[in-house]
Each structure stands twice: as C-alpha cells, then as structure tokens.
C-alpha cells in the first residue's frame, strides 16, 4: 500500500491541505493506463506539430503551463497574455493560474468541482493531469478515440483529528462503461459515407472529387498523383503513403511491400495502413482490409474521408 505520509508520490491528490489522492504504484503498469498516456501525447503532439512543440511525456511536459496554453489557444482560439516560456517556480504558478483559469471558463467547469488545480499540475500530479488531457480531448477534438475504461486504484488520505484515515478506492479517467457497449455503440454510429452512398450518383461524385483533390496535394511533394480513387488504393502502397505525409511520421520500407506481388502483399500493406489509422485514434474499426483490396468503393472512401476530415484545414 502506498504511503499516506511520503512527500512525493507518482500518482494525483484532490484539493485541499488535509486530503490527498494517490495512485497505487501497480496500477501505473496497466496497459490500459500506457495507451491511454500514449494515445494523450500523440493527440498533443499531432495537433502542435505546426509550433514544434514535441510532448514526450505527461509527468515532465505538462507541468509548467507552455503545452497547455498553446492547445487551448489552437483548439479553443483563447488568447492569453502570460510568459511564453516561464523558468521560475514563480513565474510558472503565475501562468498557470492565468491559464486554468481561461481553460475553465472555456470547459464551463467550476474551480472548486474540477479535478484539477493549480498546485496538482505543477507538481506533476499525473492524476489530475490527466483529468485535464481527457476533458480538453472530448470539448476541442470529440472524435479522438481514448481508451475506454480507464481506471487507477488510489489512495485517498484525509488528515484528521485523531490521526491519517486511508480509503482505497478505483478511480476512473475515461468514461464507465462495458467495453463491448462501447464498440456496439460506435459500430452502430451511422458513418456519413454509408449516408452518401445512399445519395444520387453525382453528389457521390461530387465528394470523392473533393478528396481526390485533397489526396493529390498531399502526395504532390512525392512525386505521386492518384486519378483513379477506387482502384490505386486497393495494393495499400499509397494509403501507407498518403498516412505517413498526412501525420508526420515515416514508416520503413521494410515494414510493408512498396511493390506488392500477390493479393496476401496487398492485404498486409491495408491492414497495416487501418492499425495506424486506428492506433492515431480514427474510427477505422469497421473496415474490413479485404474490402479495401478487392476495391470495395465504399470501404475505400471511408477511409480516405476520416483521413480528410482530419487534416482538410491543415
């Protein structure tokens, strides 16, 4: 059991002098927990890529307000007058007073209810730091997938007259509820490229004309140029392309087959292509990577639009 009485502990703690939350040392191995933080970083430093602000991890980058401050003013449009960068101890409470304050205002969330504060995100409280990380994902970017069910066991310590009452309880990060809801629930959410099928054929063509241009500018500094959507995406080569442009990473050559022989070589690249999809947290699940080699139409736009809806104002 964690010790009520450590001056330092890695877990979060609530307001208040007399009280404090902290997470049990074995529940930071939860690979539920690692995604969740890993999932957090990659939205953080997906969305900042453009100021070239690189988050490793929340415990050590979080803390002094700078990363906080430029995701609300992105996300939210929130200007602020504070220290770019703030080096004394000071200085960093100061700005991150400013900034919580802004950030709560924009949450609609009171101070006293928030399961943050000023001191808890300074003092690199992964807890409530994460608290914050979730609920500013689901105002500013809804369709980022976290990982549901997260939850720690903490132990709350209250200090009282007659001496240190420790309470063990679970604490949730991500919303409560069966994981196979979960997936039955955004399985049954009604994609709007299965409504555009269901349109007139021009209306069809309309959209796949807007994403064949969004397509074509992307790849345009490698060279590549796509005119036919329905079938240059079927051998996965380009997809993996067009993700790796698109989200700023380059996958090795060695990990999929630039010249696929074989329907097996072509089924290897897409499902490669939908786990990073899926991994970056687009809602890819439903797509079967057989349907994107046999130059399913439907399957094949659907993965192109989630990829576009991302990035079209970038």
């Not at 790796?244 to 050559?253: A, D």
Request: aromatic content about 6%; overall charge negative.
């Amino acid at each position: 059991m964690a010790d009520c009485g450590a001056e330092e502990e890695k877990g979060g703690s609530r307001q208040g002098g007399e009280r404090r939350m902290m997470i049990q040392p074995t529940s930071l191995e939860d690979p539920k927990l690692n995604k969740l933080k890993e999932v957090l970083v990659e939205w953080i430093n997906r969305t900042l890529k453009v100021e070239h602000i690189v988050v490793r991890t929340l415990e050590e980058d979080i803390y002094d307000g700078l990363v906080i401050h430029h995701l609300l003013r992105r996300l939210a449009g929130v200007q602020l007058h504070v220290e770019e960068i703030a080096l004394s101890t000071d200085a960093q409470v100061r700005k991150l007073e400013v900034i919580l304050t802004a950030l709560n205002e924009t949450l609609e969330i009171n101070e006293e209810t928030a399961k943050w504060s000023v001191k808890l995100i300074h003092s690199r409280d992964l807890l409530a730091t994460l608290h914050l990380l979730v609920a500013m994902a689901r105002r500013f970017q809804p369709d980022l997938v976290l990982p549901a069910n997260v939850s720690v066991e903490v132990i709350q310590c209250e200090v009282t007259k007659s001496g240190v009452k420790a309470d063990k309880q679970t604490e949730f990060i991500t919303f409560q509820s069966n994981s196979s809801e979960a997936l039955e629930r955004e399985s049954n959410k009604e994609c709007p490229i299965d409504e555009l099928f269901k349109l007139e054929a021009h209306k069809i063509e309309t959209v796949k004309k807007a994403i064949l241009h969004f397509v074509n500018k992307n790849m345009s500094s490698l060279g590549l140029g796509v005119t036919d959507l329905d079938k240059q995406f079927a051998d996965g080569v380009i997809l993996l392309l067009l993700i790796g442009q698109l989200e700023g990473f380059f996958i090795p050559l060695c990990e999929f087959f630039l010249c696929p022989v074989g329907s097996s070589e072509m089924l290897h690249n897409v499902t490669l292509a939908l786990d990073l999809l899926i991994d970056r947290g687009l809602p890819v699940q439903s797509v079967d990577p057989q349907d994107i080699v046999s130059q399913d139409v439907p399957a094949t736009v659907k993965v192109l639009y989630y990829l576009f809806s991302r990035h079209k104002n970038k």
